[in-house]
């Protein structure tokens, strides 16, 4: 057989003789033409069956080869301007691998539970495929800013003896007689890591057991979380907007193709670029009640409300000055109120909603002690934190984005299940 | 002040007035002369602090501030032969940001309980710190090889329903009325995800709860797996090679200055090239008892059994085709011999064992669920699995790099618990 090539490259092969393995992803048949289409996880190509120019085996394989079967095929590259992508190939050999049962995705439409079911099958069709090329790529876009920035990964551990941010959405399980709980972010591991290498991130999977069943939530999801000694508030929603551009601008780059086959709107994201506009939480209060809406200052935003604000700018939106009382215990209290945090959260336009939460951490032992106390935290599981306050305290701050809602809202998708290979959400531990 | 510089770029800075903001890692007084060592995390520089050059607050400031106490330093960036990195700062300003408490880690020895204990402050050490840049920097290697070479990141779940090599080492937490089980790899995830995209690798936290203390083992720890259709276990032999050379290689040229600092010796690691040495478990069984060794065929290698075997060799080792029966239930058999399977174990140099684990996997949907089956493993939780059989099977291979064990081989460490940030061991979830 012919040298394998990728579908993807095959434009600098043609005249060529090529082999490519991949799957049947659709066919057509014609009487004495058989229409091919071949997926092979790089792209998709259109072989062209002529009975006159294979042996008769080879015919008999195009008419019988199902959908989702494995096939390895061998053909001339030909320049076709009809054909997606611009290339087809004309068949001259065509092995079955395996020859597929009848496949449960079919071109007619599918319940979401039924595809659910068979996520593991799901993954295949041209949308999945291109969702997950672009969470790839936003997360390859994360490391790269931050690698390229100074900051250097630390992996934070999953297996917690304490919790960060509430104990009633914790994951627990038993840690040889101890309890252990999954970690819901790895910033407090992060703030020690800052005392030894300055600028940090950390990245991998968090935890909530939240027993919510929305649009945006994932039991277990991605977060990217990158913290800074010597860093302000001011810091932080520079170091924001830069970030969240950046990933913009990379899959807007590297990621046409995909966009385009989900029918995304590029116009919108191509205006995601430094500064972002900011408001006070005060404000936005403000802009709340002038739109109508009953809200109680001290109150968090919902979902409606998270919409209401970002729907004023074109842009992603920076919300700062929190009331400390919805913000977790390591806020820094804003030195002009007490009442406020150093904090920002930056909401995508479109109603995506938050992507981003984080700001400018306490510094100060004595505060610190005092918050743990008040929001009645486990003392003895904090000292090691603590003890950051102790040994080169300094002011510093950072954020957590997350990914699936980053993916959601720059691939334009309606819920957030879509933008992970394997969701988890209330009673969805399948496949 | 002067403009903030970090210290590794101070030697583009040599006669300016910067700042630097960092911690005290220690310090010479000599009546008139202060000798500072500040770090701030991309290294570390002497800041001299001459009585008549500056205020007196500054001198005072340079006589009280202790060991890790945070501080901004002013002052011009001068060539000095003697100090290390070349270069030195004559000190004009210094203002303490936080002076801290008495230190716990002082120059003198300290135990391993005692570090461990302190493990958020031992970080800042320089051994911990160096170890730390490695890891970080063999982590982008493992990406930018994939990324760089047609495989696409694949996040898989951490929560699932059933456990992929056996059930006695799980980690267990309660997924609202369902158990669910920490991922013990993303491998069978990986397998449906290359029908999709045709090379992945997911790479993340995996968890063992093994009750196992040796210096090789950690309950969590992270690994990268990669996967690929129309892979046999050759092609996967040659991915190891290509791959670890590449991390090895990528590390010498980046992190020269670690490895230094860490006392290692690189001759050996420079000679980590394609191709590895390869034998079969039956060569390998042979050159156990060549050596006097009781091993019986059939067992699978212990560390002692690992070391004697590398140690014949200045390479990685590749072991191949080894009985089934001490192998996971989804390993393909060799077709010249039903007994062994087509799988692969790469063996570091220098006594570190195993580094990866891989081969190729079953194709077959009837053999699979005889597995399964034998393997008294639930048919139900595997359904989606069998299901990649039904519907377009590749023969495909893979494996998994763990990069703990990777790093205490290239920074050459005693034990594993110096190569993650947080290590989580039997009787250790703390800090």
């Known amino acids: 057989m012919a040298q394998r090539a990728y579908i993807e490259s095959v434009a600098q092969q043609q005249g060529e003789q090529v082999t490519i393995k991949g799957w049947l992803h659709n066919k057509t048949d014609k009487g004495k033409l058989h229409f091919l289409l071949v997926r092979d996880g790089t792209g998709t190509i259109q072989a062209v069956v002529f009975e006159d120019d294979v042996s008769p085996e080879t015919f008999q394989a195009a008419q019988k080869v199902t959908q989702e079967s494995s096939v390895i095929i061998s053909g001339t590259v030909r320049a076709e301007q009809r054909a997606p992508g611009g290339f087809e190939l004309t068949l001259g050999e065509l092995e079955i691998v395996q020859l597929a049962e009848p496949y449960p995705i079919t071109p007619k439409e599918h319940g979401v539970g039924f595809l659910m079911d068979h996520r593991h099958l799901w993954l295949r069709s041209p949308r999945q495929h291109a969702i997950l090329r672009v969470r790839a790529e936003v997360i390859k876009a994360c490391r790269d800013y931050f690698d390229d920035n100074g900051f250097v990964l630390v992996d934070t551990p999953i297996l917690t003896p304490a919790a960060c941010e509430g104990t009633s959405t914790l994951f627990e399980t038993d840690y040889f007689g101890e309890s252990a709980y999954l970690a819901q972010s790895g910033q407090l591991y992060s703030e020690a890591s800052i005392a030894s290498l300055g600028k940090v991130y950390c ?146 336009p479109e109603g995506y909603g938050e992507i981003i939460g984080g700001g400018q951490r306490i510094a100060d032992y004595d505060l610190l002690l005092q918050r743990i106390d008040q929001y009645n935290l486990p003392g003895e599981a904090f000292q090691w934190y603590v003890d950051l306050r102790r040994y080169g305290s300094t002011p510093h701050s950072g954020f957590g984005l997350g990914i699936e809602r980053t993916v959601a809202w720059i691939c334009g998708l309606e819920h957030i299940r879509e933008t992970i290979p394997f969701p988890r959400m209330l009673h969805r531990l399948y496949p």
């Open 203 to 348: 990245f991998g999977p968090t935890f909530r057991a939240e027993k919510s069943k929305t649009r945006r939530h994932l039991l277990e999801f991605w977060m990217v979380e990158p913290e800074m000694a010597y860093a302000d508030l001011e810091d932080c929603m520079c170091l924001a907007e830069e970030f969240v551009s950046y990933i913009v601008r990379t899959v807007l780059e590297n990621r046409k193709a995909q966009l385009k086959l989900l029918e995304r709107d590029t116009a919108l994201l191509e205006r995601v670029e430094p500064p972002f506009p900011r408001i006070t939480y005060d404000e936005a209060v403000d802009t709340l009640r002038s739109k109508g809406l009953d809200f109680q200052w001290g109150d968090d935003f919902g979902a409606p409300d998270e919409t209401a604000l970002a729907e004023a700018f074109e842009k992603p939106l920076l919300v700062h000055r929190y009331p400390s009382q919805v913000k977790a215990f390591y806020m820094e209290p804003d030195p002009e109120r007490a009442d406020l945090s150093l904090s920002v959260d930056c909401l995508a």
